[in-house]
Structure formats: C-alpha cells, structure tokens
C-alpha cells in the first residue's frame, strides 16, 4: 500500500496538486483492480480445489471444504484490500482551502490527523510567500519529510521545502520566474533546464503542469516503469500544446 499526503493551503495553485491527484488516483485505480483480480482469480482457483474435494470425501468434507473456500476468499479480499492505495489531502485546519484561481477545496485530514505518509507533496502558488513564514506549517513538513519515502514539491513549493529543511543543500526545480529568488536565498542549487529534478529521495518539478511529470515519474519509480505508462495513458497525457511551433519559429 502506498499512502499519497498533498498538501493544501489558502492560494495554493490549483493544478499543482489537482494534475499529481489524478495520476496518483489513477494509478491507486489501476493497482486496486490487478489486486482484486488477482485475488478473484485466487479465490476461483480455490473454490474449485474446494468444491472437488467435497465431490471426493462426501457430504461432510464437502462443509468443510466449502467453508475452508470461503476462509480463502475472505483472506485473499483482505489481501486485495491491503493493497489498495490511498490519496489524502491535507490541510492546517479542517475548513475549506481557497485556492490561488478561486477554487474551494475540502481537505480530508489535518496537520495532526492525517494516516503515515509514503509520499508527501507540496504544491506551490502565491500562498507559499505567506506559508513560508507559518512555522507551525514548516514544521509540520520538516518532521513529514523525515519519515516520509518521498518529498515532492510543485512550482513555489520547492521555498516550502527549503524553508522547512528538505531542499537545502540539494538541487531543485521550481517555476521559471522564482528561480533567481529562492536561488538567492541561499544553501541550494536550482536547476532551470529540467522539468523536474531527482536528488536522492527529493523530487522538484518546475511550474503548475510540470507536477504532472513529477508525479508519472514518481509512480514510475515505485511501481514501475509499464504501471507509469498504463497511467499515462488512462488520463491520456500526451502534451502537444497548440501554437507551441508558432511560438519557436517567431
């Protein structure tokens, strides 16, 4: 099971985390269906074990080999529950989160309530100049980060990590137009040719779309890399943005 936390906060930009949610969910989609296949499968094969046994030891056996196949299929549905993955959206507080283009969101858990998180993510947005000063926020991603398998953040979200610890000392991305200024903040190394940026288990992706590369990657690492194209390919994320040739050749 892997457990995705996405951050929110009052200016968040939208699809800094909505573009990681749905890769995250489909791919949580994609892995629960091939678990409750599996089992299902499992469970047939067993029932018809089962069901010949009963065929061969008599009326008696047969109660018995029915209910073992029954036990079987009620373990191989909790194995396949187990495996189902889980995205969380988190907030400071439980109220809803105004986003940075006016979006209301629920958040699903707070900074205290929130189950262990193998993945956290941090978007970006102009609520990250007000965030970074919000020590109890900062805080909160400092001691998430030291447990966590993964650290990601989106756009800005990259001075949510540096301010908190996680980015200092690494090589980050963030959005084109914050380079210079978290660059000058000092103790980190901000790279402004990649989309996104790999540096042990830190992952930082340039601005607002590019979470979405961030995230296929990151599913890409922990599931591999055929799971990661089958989500690819389920949101069918295939970016040919229009008057891009217009654009170069201008």
């Known amino acids: ?83 189902a993955d889980a995205v969380v959206l988190i907030a400071e507080r439980s109220a809803p989160v105004r986003c940075a283009k006016g979006m209301r969101v629920l ?5 205290d309530d929130h189950p262990p998180l193998d993945v956290l993510l941090v978007p970006g947005g ?6 970074v000063a919000n020590a109890v926020l900062t805080g909160w991603i400092r001691a998430t980060a030291a447990t966590a398998a993964w650290t990601t953040s989106v756009c800005t979200g990259a001075l949510l990590l540096h301010e908190a610890g996680p980015a200092r000392g690494r090589r980050v ?24 940026v790999v540096d042990g288990k830190l992952v930082t992706s340039q601005g607002v779309s590019a979470g979405i590369d961030t995230a296929l990657w990151l599913v890409g690492a922990m599931h ?27």
Do not use: K
Not at 175 to 186: D, I, K, M, N, V
């Open 107 to 111: 958040p699903d858990c707070t900074l």
């Open 173 to 196: 991305a963030t959005h084109w137009s914050f380079e210079e200024a978290l660059q000058q903040r000092g103790d980190v190394t901000v790279v402004g040719d990649a989309r996104y």
């Open 1 to 83: 099971m892997t457990t995705y936390g996405l951050l929110i906060f009052d200016d968040a930009e939208e699809l800094d985390f909505a573009g990681p949610w749905e890769v995250f969910t489909t791919s949580a989609m994609l892995r629960n269906r091939a678990a409750n296949s599996g089992a299902a499968n499992s469970g047939a094969a067993n029932s018809g074990a089962a069901n010949s046994g009963a065929a061969n030891s008599g009326a008696a056996n047969s109660g018995a080999a029915n209910s073992g196949a029954a036990n079987s299929g009620a373990a191989n549905s909790g194995a396949a529950n187990s495996a």
């Open 224 to 250: 591999g890399r055929d799971h990661a194209r089958a989500v690819r390919r389920h949101i069918q994320y295939e970016p040919a943005p229009p008057y891009l040739a217009d654009e170069f050749a201008a």
């Open 126 to 131: 102009q609520g990250t100049r007000r965030e």
